[in-house]
Every structure is written in structure tokens, then in C-alpha cells.
């Protein structure tokens, strides 16, 4: 088996760190100074490890090899949220580059293809998971005329022309080059950590379905308004907040999550009754029967709000994405791997956050591998992993992509 050398995977992951460093953390939103540096510093990496780099139209950094065997994918991305942590997406990367050193450097692997993908913009300071969908094809030109900066209104043609990737083509995926995709991530939640567990075999990516609950009362003066006769919206939208506390726990799953994760009263004055009350509702599931039977728990709690009143109650899906299954053979060579790195302290478990591994999973077979995070802190900049921990993952990754390319020779 390939041996990953551990300190120098943890020096460029420090070293690729100081792009944006923020406190103990990282500030690198897509397509800055520092992200766009932070991409040539990874381009010239590749470059060393032998791979052939290319940056593409949309930011996407890829590593080519040059060798003719199968071929696996690995990657994630280099951008970070606002004010985040170091390893969100880094580590995947930097899993990947050490790898194709490590295959290159071991006889039994030096046949065997690595390729490495750091796919732009997986944060949606744009359009999540922007990268890994241009790559397989499902960005029109159009969208990215339409596409501006969700915190500052930059246009999207316009932040690439700035970076010098105007007029460059998007590379695209081809499905016969790979047996699959492979990539590894931080948990970001605290399944692994609570659970003294070192290693995650990602069973699917949920689904998110978000939707807006909008309340109609009657705008009216808080003072001369008697109780009995109010409609009053921001009350309505509260009595079904409580209402989802108490019905949801009885039709989840048991990793179903939900959010609220805004609400406003319109007009939100201290003398005025709301006439108006939004809120922002969210759930999360890896089964599709789960997300089904939830959504129609809301829109029965919908139609029994509206036939009790006073307020009318309305409810808007905003987005829906689907949940996306891990390849089966892919987890099996993970869970192997991990058996044989840290027996018996390892898991399946499913994703609660979107991964670019969700993209490639509709047209090429994709796993995942977790590594915990520190008491499940992530998009904080004091997101956090042991090095040990990091090492280990790098290691039972890279035996798990050498047992897949083998296997596929
Ligand atoms: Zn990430």
C-alpha cells in the first residue's frame, strides 16, 4: 500500500492556510486576491507531484496525470466561508496531492491514476457547488450571465474577469476517464467526536428542503385593538413554530434536522399589531420516503392553520435539493480501510452538509471519507482537527482509492 508522508501533507495544509488567514482561521472567499493565490500556489504543488494543472473558465483547479491506467478523481474545494475554518474543504484537496505523491513514489501504484480536482466556489459565494456542476455539465452560459455575489451584488462575469478567467473554457468531465470520485472532508458535525471515532464512511448526502411560511393578519394599533378581535400574524406564525416542535419529532428520521432559520413581522413596530409574518423553514434527510412524508406533515399543519384562522397561512418551497447515495463498492473499500487504520472506530453515517461529491454522484460512482471535527465546529475559524487525526484519514483514504483503482485494473 502507498504510505502518505504526514508531515509534509500537514505543511502545505498550514502553509495553504496563510491565504486569508483569519485568527485561527481562514477568510478566502471565491475569486479575492487570496483565493486566486491561494489557486497558483495549489497549481505549482500539482505541477511538482507531477501532475499537469490547469485552471479553468469558472476557477476550477484541476491536476491531470499523464498516466494511461484507470483513473480516480479526488478533490473539494479551496475557497472557505466568510471568517471560517482551515481544513472546510482544504483537506480534501491536499488529501488528494499527497496522494498522487504517494502513488508516484510506491511501485505497486505508479500505474494508477490520481487525479485532483479543487472545484470553484463549492461555498456558493455565487452558486454552491458551482465548480463540481459546471465540470459535469449542468451550468449554461446564461446562468452565469444571471449569477451575482449573494453578499455584495458583484456580478459573477464581472469577479471573473477580475481574476483573469474571462473567455478561458470550463473544463469538463469525462465519465469514461474515471472509475469514480473520491473525496474526503472535515465531519463538520460531532457524530465522530462525541463518539471517540476517527473515521466516517459517508453513507448519501441529504436532501434540503427550504420553503418561506408567510402568515396574513391585520395591521392594527396595539392599543385600541381588542384581544378577541385581532388578527395577529406574528402570533399565528408563533403557535406554528410550536406546532412543528411538537409534530416533527414524531415523523423524523433519526438524523432528521429542521431550522428556523429567520422570521420577521411586518412592520415590526412596538406599537403596531403584524399584519404580515414571514418565516424561513428548513429540513434535512438522506431518504427521499423521509423528506416526502415531512413535506407532507407541513402542508397538513398548512391546511389545518388556515381552516382554525384567524390568519391565513401560506407556504412557498424556495429550493429542494435531492439527497445523493454513495456508490456501495466505494464504501465497502472505505469501511475495509478504515477496519484496517482504526479498527473498530469508525462508522457510516450520512452527510448533512452538500458536498461537490452530491454533483459528480449523478454521473460517476462518488464516496466520501469524514475525519471528526473538534466538538463539531465548522464555518467558525476555530474549526478544528488533531493532526494525528488528519494523518490517519489521508492514510486509510489513500488505501481505500489504491484497493478501487486495483480492483478496477
Ligand atoms: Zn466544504
Not at 38 to 65: F, K, Q, Y
Not at 89 to 110: H, S
Not at 338 to 348: D, G, I, N, Q
Request: aromatic share 6%.
Amino acid at each position: 500500500m502507498p504510505e502518505i508522508n504526514g508531515a509534509r501533507l500537514i505543511a502545505d495544509l498550514r502553509r495553504l492556510a496563510e491565504f486569508g488567514k483569519y485568527k485561527t482561521g481562514v477568510h478566502r472567499p471565491t475569486y479575492t486576491t487570496e483565493d486566486m493565490a491561494a489557486r497558483r500556489w495549489l497549481m505549482d504543488r500539482m505541477a511538482e507531484a507531477g501532475l499537469e494543472p490547469a485552471i479553468d473558465g469558472i476557477g476550477t483547479v484541476l491536476g491531470r496525470t499523464k498516466s494511461r491506467g484507470p483513473r480516480l478523481l479526488l478533490g473539494s474545494h479551496v475557497e472557505t466561508q466568510p471568517y471560517s475554518g482551515w481544513l472546510d474543504g482544504a483537506m480534501g484537496v491536499l488529501y488528494g496531492l499527497e496522494i498522487a505523491r504517494a502513488f508516484a513514489a510506491d511501485k505497486t501504484t505508479a500505474g494508477l491514476g490520481i487525479e485532483v480536482g479543487a472545484w470553484a466556489d463549492e461555498e456558493g459565494h455565487y452558486l454552491s457547488l458551482l465548480g463540481s456542476r459546471s465540470f459535469c455539465g449542468e451550468v449554461t452560459e446564461q446562468q452565469l450571465d444571471a449569477t451575482r455575489n449573494a453578499q455584495t451584488g458583484k456580478s459573477l462575469r464581472e469577479a471573473l474577469a477580475e481574476a483573469g478567467l474571462a473567455g478561458k473554457p470550463r473544463e469538463r468531465l469525462d465519465p469514461k476517464r474515471y472509475v469514480g470520485y473520491l473525496e474526503a472532508h472535515v465531519e463538520q458535525g460531532d457524530t465522530l467526536d462525541s463518539g471517540g471515532l476517527k473515521l466516517g464512511i459517508v453513507t448519501g448526502i441529504v436532501g434540503i428542503q427550504t420553503y418561506t411560511l408567510t402568515f396574513h393578519g391585520q395591521q392594527n394599533h396595539a392599543g385600541t385593538t381588542r384581544m378577541a378581535v385581532r388578527k395577529d400574524a406574528g402570533v399565528a406564525l408563533v403557535k406554528f413554530s410550536n406546532m412543528i416542535e411538537e409534530r416533527f419529532p414524531k415523523v423524523v428520521g433519526p438524523r432528521s434536522v429542521w431550522t428556523t432559520g429567520r422570521i420577521t413581522l411586518d412592520p415590526g413596530a412596538p406599537s403596531v399589531i403584524p399584519g404580515k409574518a414571514e418565516m424561513l423553514f428548513q429540513f434535512r434527510d438522506v431518504e427521499p420516503e423521509r423528506l416526502m412524508l415531512l413535506e407532507r406533515t407541513l402542508e397538513q399543519m398548512v391546511a389545518e392553520a388556515n381552516a382554525r384562522g384567524p390568519c391565513r397561512v401560506e407556504l412557498k418551497l424556495v429550493s429542494r435539493t435531492a439527497p445523493h447515495a454513495m456508490d456501495k463498492g466505494f464504501q465497502d473499500a472505505l469501511e475495509a480501510a478504515a477496519e484496517r487504520h482504526a479498527p473498530k472506530l469508525h462508522t457510516r453515517l450520512p452527510s448533512a452538509a452538500g458536498h461537490d461529491a452530491q454533483t459528480f454522484a449523478r454521473h460517476i460512482p462518488a464516496g466520501m471519507l469524514f475525519v471528526p471535527s473538534i466538538a463539531g465546529v465548522s464555518h467558525h475559524y476555530s474549526e478544528d482537527t488533531s493532526e494525528d487525526d488528519i494523518v490517519l484519514g489521508c492514510q486509510a483514504f489513500a488505501d481505500a482509492a489504491a484497493a478501487i483503482l486495483k480492483k478496477a485494473a
